[in-house]
């Protein structure tokens, strides 16, 4: 067989498309679809057009939105997937993750989505949804995306998960699509709460743990509680997940929380001796907004302004940004367009040309791939700017401004 090397034959493939493309723009135009690409489209469609069906309270400062699709089926997801929630603000176009808390089993024939949100006084998003979304506000998404699921390949089939707050809502999906199959994994579920009121789904989680009693199990401990009401007290620390689960090592642990939380497990999880690093899993959490709680985070660059030159092929802007916050919320809040997902430097979305300018990314949040690094690509919702500098974005629609 004769060998062709890398640019000849990359030659010819570009001539057999071009010839291809050709012939289908000369055809009658009575071309069947191909019905894989069909599936593969209705399956994992660019975009998501929901409406809230159902607003629930879960405690004072929770809510929980159903969403229903407003143009067909909802696409399949694994539990513990995640929606990318478009918003416009004001000027500002920007994007949320949230991890759907309902199981996949009830999106079937026409069903649901469902996420569940806190709001958060200082926030930007939270409180816009909170005083916007209401049954039959039009919803924009894109996914569900993320690989925070079970993989019988990879993981034990005896999960550890790990919750604090919110980060509830992947589990919750998790036990409930689990009771469906006999052979899904098992699931001990460790759950860390401000107080009682904090606890999320009670009647649910109570629920699946007492009809399936030798697959799920919950334990709860508490920042606050009375020294008498017979309730654990204290933080997820290595004895107490011992107590729970007895030996870790044989198992898998799936962690969801705030970023606070992660900070401490990583160093409980460190007095497991011969716990490997592949056995944890941390959902995604977006990028931390106190730069002083990063560690190598150059102490002389915290709190500075500085001026981005920011183009794509439409155009550029001279944008304010702070040495406090990715510099994709400085982008956003210009008005410029920029698509994003996971917002912690994993996907690659937002991915850009760093031109120039001096930026800091979290070694362990740093989503690269080897490659990008070495060309001076960038994640712009996972990059600090800690200088002036210039960034080319990718493609996209001119800014709303």
């Not at 604090?164 to 589990?171: E, L, R, S, Y």
């Not at 009682?196 to 699946?208: A, G």
């Amino acid at each position: 067989m004769k060998k062709v090397g890398l640019i000849p034959g990359l030659f010819a493939f570009l001539r057999m498309l071009k010839a291809r493309n050709e012939k289908k723009a000369a055809a009658d135009g009575n071309t069947r679809e191909d019905p894989i690409t069909a599936l593969a489209k209705a399956m994992h469609p660019d975009a998501l057009h929901l409406i809230v069906t159902q607003v629930r309270e879960e405690n004072a400062t929770v809510k929980t939105y159903r969403l229903a699709s407003r143009n067909g089926a909802l696409p399949l997801f694994k539990p513990g997937q995640y929606l990318s929630i478009k918003l416009n603000i004001g000027q500002t176009s920007t994007a949320r993750a949230y991890t759907i808390s309902s199981a996949p089993y009830e999106a079937d024939d026409n069903g649901y989505y469902e996420i569940t949100i806190r709001h958060k006084k200082d926030g930007f998003v939270s409180p816009h949804i909170f005083s916007s979304w209401e049954e039959g506000t039009e919803v924009d998404a894109t996914g569900p995306h993320g690989d925070f699921f079970y993989q019988p390949l990879r993981d034990n089939p005896n999960i550890i998960a790990i919750a604090g707050g919110t980060g509830i809502t992947p589990f919750v999906s998790m036990l409930k699509q689990f009771a469906c199959d006999a052979n899904a994994p098992s699931l001990t579920l460790i759950y860390g709460c401000c107080d009682t009121d904090d606890i999320l789904f009670e009647d649910k989680l109570k629920e699946l743990c007492s009809d399936y009693p030798e697959r799920f199990r919950r334990f709860n401990t508490f920042e606050k509680c009375e020294s008498d009401s017979g309730l654990r007290k204290g933080f997820i620390t290595a004895e107490f997940i011992r107590e729970c689960i007895g030996e870790p090592l044989e198992k898998s642990f799936f962690i969801c929380g705030p970023e606070i939380m992660y900070e401490f497990l990583a160093k409980e999880f460190a007095r497991f001796p011969g716990l490997e690093y592949k056995q944890t899993r941390y959902e995604l959490g977006g990028m931390p907004l106190n730069t002083g709680r990063i560690a190598g985070f150059p102490k002389d660059a915290m709190k500075k302004n500085v001026m981005l030159h920011i183009r794509n092929e439409f155009t550029d802007w001279h944008i304010p940004a702070s040495t406090d916050e990715p510099i994709l919320v400085a982008i956003e809040r210009a008005g410029i367009i920029l698509d994003s997902r996971c917002r912690s430097g994993e996907c690659g979305i937002c991915r850009s040309k760093l031109i120039s300018g001096d930026v800091f990314i979290i070694p362990d949040k740093d989503g690269r791939r080897a490659a990008d690094k070495a060309l001076g690509y960038i994640h712009p919702c996972s990059t600090y700017p800690l200088s002036d500098g210039e960034i080319l974005i990718p493609p996209g629609r001119p800014a709303q401004t």
